[in-house]
């Protein structure tokens, strides 16, 4: 009885260490909002590196800029370096806004129990030219822009998608797949990518896409391609 009962509580102990997760580590968040005047024609660049970027258009006066940073689960100096390697600058002069996050990465965080989240959120008056630039962040645009002529997206390895409706979609790409629903025709869409799947819905006059294997999905063309 002796041996078993041993065994029972040698097994009990194994059970509770494989199933008892170590101590959670740092938790930092950074959840700011900025206002920056619009103008008819002003360009908002954003160059987010690996921080997902939303841009949306609506009945708003100024450019807003919402950063949501959020990390869990690492030391503290990592938790802290992580955010600030994620905290976007802004440059915001007469021609344009600038939004630029860091190049440089908070290094290797390590295994175990992280979570990291990094987001960066636009709303603009419909007059304003995005411009966006990721590695391989995700970038989501939604809504009207009748002055992007083209609409430029660009990433590495992000994947994009574009909701909405303006002149012309410009897209630079080597693997992050693109997704484009717009309301009315594009006037020309152009995209240049290696290994990034393309799909339009919505249509266009003039279409050229240069790829070396991904696949190509084009809906209700009425021009060239």
Same mark, same amino acid.
């Given at each position: 009885?002796?041996?078993?009962?041993?065994? =029972?509580? @040698?097994?009990?102990?194994?059970?509770? %260490?494989?199933?008892?997760?170590?101590?959670?580590?740092?938790?930092?968040?950074?959840?700011?909002?900025?206002? &920056?005047?619009?103008? *008819?024609?002003?360009?908002?660049?954003?160059?987010?590196?690996?921080?997902?970027?939303?841009?949306?258009? #609506?009945?708003?006066?100024?450019?807003?800029?919402?950063?949501?940073?959020?990390?869990?689960?690492?030391?503290?100096?990592?938790?802290?370096?992580?955010? =600030?390697?994620?905290?976007?600058?802004?440059?915001?002069?007469?021609?344009? $806004?600038?939004?630029?996050?860091?190049?440089?990465?908070?290094?290797?965080?390590?295994? #175990?129990?992280?979570?990291?989240?990094?987001?960066? !959120? +636009? %709303?603009?008056?419909?007059?304003?030219?995005?411009?966006?630039?990721?590695?391989?962040?995700?970038?989501?645009?939604?809504? +009207?822009?009748?002055?992007?002529?083209? $609409?430029?997206?660009?990433? @590495?390895?992000?994947?994009?998608?574009?909701?909405?409706?303006?002149?012309?979609?410009?897209?630079?790409?080597?693997?992050?797949? @693109?997704?484009?629903?717009? &309301?009315?025709? %594009?006037?020309?869409?152009?995209?240049?990518?290696?290994? !990034? #799947?393309? =799909?339009?819905? #919505?249509?266009?006059?003039?279409? @050229? *896409?240069?790829?070396?294997?991904?696949?190509?999905?084009?809906?209700? $063309?009425? !021009?060239?391609?």
């Amino acid at each position: 009885m002796r041996s078993v009962r041993g065994s =029972s509580l @040698a097994l009990a102990a194994l059970a509770l %260490l494989v199933t008892t997760p170590p101590l959670r580590g740092a938790e930092r968040v950074l959840d700011t909002t900025g206002r &920056f005047p619009a103008a *008819v024609g002003r360009r908002v660049f954003i160059d987010a590196g690996t921080v997902d970027v939303h841009v949306r258009a #609506g009945d708003v006066h100024d450019i807003v800029v919402e950063t949501r940073l959020h990390i869990a689960g690492v030391g503290q100096h990592k938790a802290e370096s992580w955010i =600030s390697a994620h905290t976007p600058a802004t440059d915001d002069d007469d021609d344009a $806004l600038r939004i630029t996050v860091p190049s440089e990465g908070a290094g290797f965080l390590g295994l #175990g129990y992280l979570t990291a989240r990094a987001r960066l !959120g +636009v %709303l603009a008056p419909p007059e304003v030219v995005p411009d966006l630039t990721t590695t391989t962040g995700a970038v989501v645009v939604r809504g +009207v822009f009748p002055l992007a002529n083209p $609409l430029m997206l660009r990433t @590495a390895g992000g994947a994009m998608s574009f909701e909405g409706a303006c002149p012309a979609v410009d897209i630079h790409s080597t693997g992050g797949d @693109a997704t484009l629903h717009v &309301f009315r025709s %594009l006037e020309r869409l152009v995209v240049r990518t290696s290994s !990034g #799947g393309v =799909s339009l819905v #919505g249509g266009a006059r003039r279409v @050229a *896409v240069d790829t070396a294997s991904g696949n190509v999905d084009l809906a209700n $063309l009425s !021009g060239a391609a």
